[in-house]
């Protein structure tokens, strides 16, 4: 039987949510809460149909555990065909930012802030 990743044996620390955090199995909190926070701001930049064409400088920081080895920190950019740099950065915080002329906008799951009340009064696309 082939296997999709080297055999290891049996450990708790590999089961439940911890699966996320070991390479074999996973990419971290790139592919974990990579999907929840970049769709908003795809959204932003109507970009939802599309991805990036090119990812710049990209780094991490990665844990000196035998097990869990996904970056515990990272930064990168991802560059889209119409011009817009998507800038990914994890140091904890999980939220979006959207940055242009005007000021500044970021919302988490749970608020939002933005560099001006004006900002925050502009209409809403239907759906």
Known sequence: MAWPCAYAPYARA???????WILDYSGGQVTDWGGHHPDCAQWGMDT???GPIEIRNAKGVFPPDELWNTATEYYFE?????G???IRIYQGARRVTWEGEDGWVWA??????ASS???TEVGHRPG
């Open 78 to 82: 991802a560059l889209y065909k119409n």
């Open 14 to 20: 590999r089961c439940h949510v911890n699966f996320r």
């Open 108 to 113: 988490d799951r749970g608020k939002h802030e």
């Open 117 to 119: 009340p004006e900002i």
């Open 84 to 86: 817009v740099t998507m």
């Open 48 to 50: 939802e149909y599309t």
